[in-house]
């Protein structure tokens, strides 16, 4: 352990912990990468096998200082075929457990299959999204030679939690966790965080309801940044991409506070990053939305991960959160909410489509009252 420190101290790209078991000191992503590579053999981070089965069994039986007779003997009593529990000319069901089994484990695993079926919890559907999420990328190859991500890559693993209000947090969880490769850009990893505030409908609609939304906040207000130990990394492939960090820089220099700097978004990669591990960062859009980000893992990618870079980022979980019902009928979401509204219970209120245009529109459509209508968009929508 004291020369483990010793080597971190001597090695700013080597991470260390600032504060035990928060987060790690500063350190370059790119030139930990280097550190891990010069440390390693090949075959330590290698995506291939090392050689073939004959191969493998010289080595075990050198390793083991066994014989080759011993060996043979071995793999026949290792094999698969001697676990056999059914006839040879039975063809085996992998989900049956013979009730008069001998074998420990398979009285276990017939126990837990009992109990199970004593239990009447069923997955739902975002359970089921999950399971096959994790099936569809774990081990998968790409189909191209030229999508897989090379030997030595590193990836690392950020989570992105719920925007910021003024009075709270709204949930301390992280929104969705996130696989990014060292050669993805900052932009790769803007376009694949879901945020709701980016479909929201600018304008109001109570006099025609049917008129569909010009277009919605993504498209329209398209500056964001990332800060990262100081600097600011603007979006700025649009034209009408505006520098939003330079407001903060301003106020910060007025103030003397230490000088940030800027980047853009689109020409940084993260192996260029200096980063902590465990540390909270800064992701802002739509001028005001702000989202936390933090760095959990930095590591080289291994034969067991999704190597199809075209997937990445990857998405590895979601948290699940409630949908906003009709205040009315209580069981559709909500689609709609109304201010200065004196057929809603509340001010402002939150109406599904049927409930809205029953309350507030006659039979031929002709707007009752006076109040103001604006499209919603659930936050549940990403569920």
Not at 127 to 155: C, K, M, Q
């Amino acid at each position: 352990m004291a020369a483990s420190k010793r080597l971190c101290a001597s090695n700013a790209n080597i991470p260390d912990y600032e504060y035990s078991d928060v987060n790690t000191k500063p350190f370059h992503i790119g030139s930990f990468r280097e550190e891990w590579l010069k440390r390693l053999k090949l075959k330590d981070y290698s995506f291939q096998q090392e050689g073939d089965g004959d191969a493998f069994d010289a080595n075990f039986a050198r390793e083991m200082g066994v014989g080759a007779e011993i060996m043979a003997e071995l793999k026949s009593v290792c094999s698969l075929d001697s676990l056999r529990c059914y006839p040879e000319n039975q063809e085996p069901d992998a989900d049956v457990v013979p009730p008069d089994s001998t074998l420990k484990t398979l009285q276990q695993r017939k126990e837990k299959q009992d109990y199970k079926a004593t239990l009447k919890v069923t997955k739902n559907r975002h359970d089921l999204y999950a399971d096959e999420l994790e099936r569809s990328t774990v081990s998968r190859n790409p189909e191209a030679v030229t999508d897989f991500i090379p030997e030595g890559e590193v990836i690392l693993t950020l989570n992105v939690y719920y925007p910021a209000t003024f009075e709270k947090f709204l949930y301390v969880r992280p929104h969705m966790t996130l696989l990014v490769t060292g050669s993805h850009r900052l932009t790769d990893l803007r376009d694949a965080i879901c945020c709701v505030s980016d479909l929201q409908a600018c304008g109001e609609l109570s006099n025609n309801p049917d008129v569909a939304p010009d277009f919605i906040s993504k498209d329209h207000f398209k500056s964001a940044f990332f800060f990262f130990e100081g600097v600011f990394y603007n979006d700025m492939r649009f034209p009408e991409c505006q520098d939003i960090s330079l407001t903060i820089i301003e106020w910060a220099k007025a103030r003397n506070f230490p000088d940030y700097r800027q980047a853009k978004m689109e020409d940084t990669r993260f192996v260029d990053l200096t980063v902590k591990v465990g540390f909270p960062y800064l992701y802002c859009h739509q001028g005001d939305c702000e989202h936390l980000v933090i760095i959990t893992d930095v590591r080289l990618a291994h034969k067991d991960d999704c190597l199809d870079k075209e997937l990445y980022p990857l998405l590895i979980h979601k948290h699940r959160i409630l949908t906003q019902k009709c205040a009315v009928c209580h069981i559709f979401i909500g689609r709609w909410f109304t201010t200065n509204d004196h057929f809603a219970p509340s001010d402002p209120c939150v109406f599904c489509d049927k409930c809205f245009r029953m309350l507030h529109y006659d039979a031929a459509g002709n707007k009752l009252g006076d109040f103001q209508a604006y499209p919603y968009v659930d936050r549940g929508a990403f569920n």
